[in-house]
Nanobody, 128 residues
């Protein structure tokens, strides 16, 4: 049984940083493209950051939403079977529940409909 668990969310002041972790059981994250999505109250789920599998020619290529480019970084820890989302210069507009998801693909895909497994979400609140 596949399970994804996000951790590292919380309350942070504007300009602060958080690092979200996505831990998996039942599969090896490195074989799949991974996405971080977020959903704020009253808004649709939004793709934030994506990383391809290391097990293809893209070799861990990444993609970011324009709203987070230069502030967020997605990365893997293969040994620990983790994926991270480092979030810097956080703004109130980044407040949302953040989800990690595993795609049925090794290359980056941005549509949430192409993601098979989802975590339960981690709340990130940016407020003074």
């Amino acid at each position: 049984q596949v399970q994804l668990v996000e951790s590292g969310g919380g309350l942070v002041q504007p300009g602060g940083s958080l690092r979200l972790s996505c831990a998996a059981s039942g599969l090896t994250l490195d074989y799949y493209a991974i996405g971080w999505f977020r959903q704020a109250p009253g808004k649709e789920r939004e793709g934030v950051s994506f990383i391809s599998s290391s097990d293809n020619s893209d070799d861990g290529s990444t993609r970011y939403a324009d709203s987070v480019k230069g502030r967020f970084t997605i990365s893997r820890d293969k040994a620990k079977n983790l994926v991270y989302l480092q979030m810097n210069s956080l703004q109130p507009g980044d407040t949302a529940v953040y989800y990690c998801a595993v795609a049925d693909s090794s290359i980056v895909v941005v549509s949430p409909f192409l993601y098979t497994y989802w975590g339960q979400g981690a709340q990130v609140t940016v407020s003074s």
